[in-house]
């Protein structure tokens, strides 16, 4: 692992009695990009404010490059924060806002100027330098953010939620921007988000909080694959989730036994990944061994039969309730056993609405996540 | 007044939320910055107005309804009351009816040189007093041109203009005056007016006159009802244009005041008569504070959504018309008196201007007329710096710390606004000539008046500008390694830098053009612009009828151009009111 750049020790944030962030720790390696997910009101942005000194921490310590920060005025930290809604100075030009850091290190006049071209050229925005800030598109004003915040070379890069105020398609297109230029400059990066998408696409490991503390972390897979309680699955957008009552590693559940190995006996959550659930092609002989979801590796798993994945309970009767056309594919609602399901269907229509199909689960994409209290 | 409405600004939640632990400030400080213009407030406020009072309801000491009685039976006291009233109600009513087609023409059409248009309607509402009364007097008065174009084509014989001491010349001048607020507050609102509602109603078969009697004027009457109220206010207690303009005959409140206490030193009827006024305001600032609350909230847009270019014929008339009033009623009294202030006995020449540079000292004014000029600018600078330190104070004490005590004060130092400078100046004269505090005579006395009713704007100015800049912007400069008080010098100084200089230029326009208050407390040696300007008038002449318009345009020119400089720096809704 590379060197430790940010590590935040049993950090405390209290507001009066409401506390914002409860006994966090956090490290960020040099270079990695740590994205904090989680839902408003959740701490991160404390959080972040605490890193840059803009909270004073109850409790705990903050170390950047391994020296203690915690006491340390905002001035004195040289970190990055890119605000939301961008925080630009009005009264100042483009070029002026990124200027601005530089000049506070006290940098010799053509330092600035070298690092503040170099900056403007890198989020494309020389043409503009000499713009009044107002006067420019929500994603110019973000540029100019970014690079205002990155013209002080600060040891660690902090983005609270940088699409924040815009829409779906500059946010994206900017979020590929972010992190092109991010991967140049080559910076540790603390971004914060409540968009799982955006969180899945940019980071080198995804942070969870919920309530002021870290739930899960992982990358972006692990997290996505296997998230540890339900809260982190519905935030993550899997929200398949159902009761069972497991028994010598198998799930008693709506729809019917599931293999669970490894889970201890008792009440338990089950959570079937999008993945999970197929079509049993109709078409097919026998008990349905093809399946029309187009993952060929596992079209030839027989129901019924063990390999390595485990084994495939009987095909259960479903109903289909809903479609919804998502570009590339049709997400089909169905009923089964009372439970609904979502179920893609990658080539041709599909069934139509109220017919009668055949579903296979998989048990090797079912997980056991901490119900919600 | 406070901006009576400005749909854009409207606080981040960002700015609402209290200051972070590294960059709060000391629970003292604010308590430390309210005192000095707590001690202002009382000595030069609430000192005058409770001796107006005391003077009012006992001036032997001892409590006597007899003067105050004097003011509801004496018929002549009543007539002066009645005429107030009237004049104040039939200058509202003019304004209005001149006004919203003004204001409509401004905020919701397109035509060449509509900004500048724009600017230049604003311009009468900040011109001292006295200056228009100058200006109506040249335009209306006996040496009006139009008298002598009436000579030179009837010959001497020709019937001549003359509207001193008529109703007509006061409601015109009123209607000058105010113009601008009816545009500016009616116009502001129309501007952000969601046009999409009005065409809903015209798709749903509403005749354009419908359209506007159903839906405009109904999402219009807050705006219209607040604008009256002020404009009552204003011309309730206008002192200037009627002392110059309406003689004798015609007398105000106010100049009534003036009277009793210059002619017939007769100081219990003054305060009796500006206990009347102070009652009158405050019920005018009553209805207007409700109007202010219960101002309706619609969809507004951007003030450029619903303005478009005249396309039909009875539009382009309805702007020239416009045009016109603007044109005859707004620009041609100022023309007219820049131009007599050329006018000698022996034709056109520079002789007016010639004595004002001049060192002869002018029996009358007992000095010179530059010394007036030179009088008026350092007590301007005097009253500018007075009103920036103690409203410059209140305004980072209301806006450190958003307490009962600092809204108190921030809403206490309005109350000179509502108040009449003629009762300030009057609160003055008999309050500061004993102790505890006895300035009788003192030169002071003139620029701490002018501050006193400089204050409100210097606090209506910068309490917005304050309260508006982001707490993110600091922390911004924090995290960029500014140190705390690099950032109040990059951040704060800056932005409120020029909503400072705006509030300065205010201040200043203010002092320089300020006659009410000053003509009570002005000595006989030092007297200023305005005060020598209502000298120059009420003596007879050519030359002394020219210095006065020479001096009148002079000191129009430096008000104007501090309004108009005020204007292109532009630091939120300044202006309004």
């Excluded at chain 1, 839902?39 to 310590?61: F, H, I």
């Excluded at chain 1, 050229?121 to 970014?146: C, D, K």
């Excluded at chain 2, 006992?58 to 009237?86: K, N, Y």
């Excluded at chain 2, 704060?492 to 053009?513: E, Q, T, Y």
């Amino acid at each position: 692992m590379a060197e430790v750049q940010l590590e935040v020790r049993e950090l405390t944030v209290q507001y009066g009695d409401a506390v914002a962030v409860r006994h966090l720790d956090l490290t960020a390696a040099d270079g990695e990009v740590v994205v904090v997910l989680g839902p408003s009101g959740c701490g991160k942005s404390t959080l972040l404010r605490a890193v840059a000194g803009l909270e004073r921490p109850t409790s705990g310590r903050i170390l950047l490059e391994g020296r203690d920060v915690t006491d340390l005025r905002p001035d004195q930290r040289r970190v990055g924060l890119m605000f939301q809604d961008h925080a630009l100075f009005p009264h100042r030009t483009v070029a002026e806002n990124v200027r601005f850091g530089p000049r506070m290190q006290g940098l010799p006049a053509g330092r600035i100027r070298e690092r503040v071209d170099r900056l403007l050229e890198l989020v494309r925005l020389a043409p503009l330098a000499h713009r009044q800030v107002t006067s420019l598109s929500g994603g110019e004003q973000q540029r100019v953010a970014l690079a205002r915040a990155l013209a002080t070379e600060p040891r660690l890069l902090m983005l609270d939620e940088p699409l924040g105020s815009l829409d779906r398609a500059l946010g994206d297109e900017l979020l590929a921007e972010i992190a092109r230029i991010v991967a140049t400059v080559g910076t540790t990066v603390l971004h914060v988000t409540h968009d799982q998408d955006e969180a899945l696409a940019v980071a080198d490991r995804v942070v969870v909080m919920r309530a002021g503390a870290i739930v899960q972390q992982g990358t972006p897979d692990e997290l996505w694959r296997s998230p540890r309680t339900e809260f982190v699955a519905r935030f993550l957008g899997l929200d398949q989730l159902l009761d069972a009552e497991v028994r010598d590693e198998v799930a008693a559940t709506a729809l019917g036994a599931l293999p669970v190995p490894g889970a201890a006996d008792g009440r338990a959550r089950l959570l079937l990944l999008p993945d999970a659930v197929r079509l049993v092609d109709p078409d097919a002989a026998g008990t349905g061994d093809a399946t029309r979801t187009g993952d060929a590796t596992r079209t030839g798993d027989a129901a019924g039969t063990g390999d390595a994945a485990g084994t495939w309970p009987p095909p259960l009767q479903a109903r289909v309730v809903g479609r919804r056309f998502a570009g590339d594919h049709v997400r089909l609602q169905v009923r089964a056993g009372g439970v609904p399901l979502t179920v893609p269907v990658w080539h041709g229509t599909g069934p139509a609405v109220d017919e009668e199909v055949r579903l296979a689960v998989d048990p090797s994409v079912v997980r056991i996540v901490e119900p919600d209290a | 007044m406070t901006s009576s409405r400005a749909p854009e600004r409207t606080g981040s939640p960002a700015s609402a939320r209290a200051s972070a632990p590294p960059l709060a400030v000391r629970r003292w400080v604010p308590a430390a910055l309210l005192t000095v213009p707590v001690l202002f407030l009382a000595a030069f406020f609430v000192l005058p107005v409770s001796r107006i009072v005391a003077l009012g309801l006992a001036p032997d000491g001892q409590l006597e309804l007899g003067v105050l009685g004097r003011v509801v039976t004496d018929p002549a006291v009543r007539r002066v009351a009645w005429f107030t009233l009237w004049q104040a109600a039939a200058s509202t009513l003019l304004t209005l009816v001149i006004g919203l087609p003004g204001a409509y023409v401004l905020s919701r059409m397109d035509f060449p040189g509509r900004n500048a248009l724009r600017a230049l309607v604003t311009v009468p509402f900040v011109l001292p007093t006295v200056v228009v009364g100058s200006a109506f007097l040249a335009l209306l008065g006996p040496r009006s041109p139009v008298n002598d174009l009436l000579v030179a084509l009837f010959g001497d014989g020709a019937p001549t203009l003359d509207l001193r001491r008529t109703v007509t010349a006061i409601l015109v001048a009123h209607v000058f005056f105010n113009y601008a607020v009816v545009v500016r507050t009616v116009g502001g609102l129309w501007a952000h007016l969601d046009p999409r509602i009005e065409d809903a109603a015209r798709v749903l078969g509403a005749s354009r006159w419908r359209v506007f009697r159903e839906i405009t004027l109904p999402l219009l009457r807050p705006a219209i009802a607040s604008t009256a109220t002020i404009v009552f206010l204003f011309t309730f207690t206008s002192f200037g244009v009627v002392l110059i303009l309406g003689g004798a005959t015609r007398a105000t409140i106010e100049v009534e005041i003036h009277r009793a206490t210059t002619q017939l030193l007769d100081l219990p009827l003054a305060s009796a008569l500006a206990l009347l006024q102070l009652a009158a305001v405050v019920a005018a600032l009553a209805v207007y504070g409700r109007l202010q609350r219960t101002a309706a909230t619609h969809r507004l847009v951007g003030a450029t959504v619903g303005v478009r270019r005249p396309r039909t014929r009875g539009e382009r008339a309805f702007l020239g018309a416009n045009l016109a009033v603007i044109a005859g009623l707004l620009v041609a009294p100022l023309l007219v008196l820049v131009e007599r202030s050329f006018v000698t006995p022996t034709g056109y020449g520079l002789a007016n201007w010639r004595t004002l540079v001049g060192t002869q000292p002018d029996t009358l004014l007992a000095v010179a007329p530059w010394e007036a000029v030179r009088n008026s600018i350092g007590f301007g600078i005097a009253a500018t710096v007075v009103a920036l330190l103690v409203g410059g104070l209140a305004a980072t004490a209301a806006t450190l710390r958003d307490d009962r005590v600092s809204g108190l004060v921030d809403r206490a130092l309005m109350l000179p606004l509502g108040t009449s400078a003629v009762t300030i100046g009057f609160g003055f004269l008999i309050a500061l000539n004993r102790p505890p505090l006895d300035l009788r005579g003192s030169p002071l006395l003139v620029p701490l008046a002018q501050a006193l009713i400089a204050v409100p704007f210097v606090v209506r100015t910068l309490v917005p500008v304050l309260r508006s800049i982001d707490q993110r912007l600091r922390e911004a400069a924090a995290t960029l390694g500014a140190r705390p008080l690099r950032v109040w010098r990059e951040v704060d100084l800056p932005i409120v830098g020029r909503a400072v200089l705006v509030a300065a230029g205010f201040s200043f326009a203010i002092a320089v053009g300020e006659f009410g208050a000053s003509v009570f407390v002005v000595r006989a040696q030092l007297p200023t612009m305005p005060v020598a300007i209502f000298r120059l008038l009420g003596r007879p002449g050519v030359a002394n009828f020219g210095q006065a318009m020479a001096l009148s345009t002079l000191l129009m020119l430096v008000t104007a151009s501090a309004i108009l400089l005020i204007d292109r720096l532009r630091v939120g809704q300044v202006g309004r009111f």
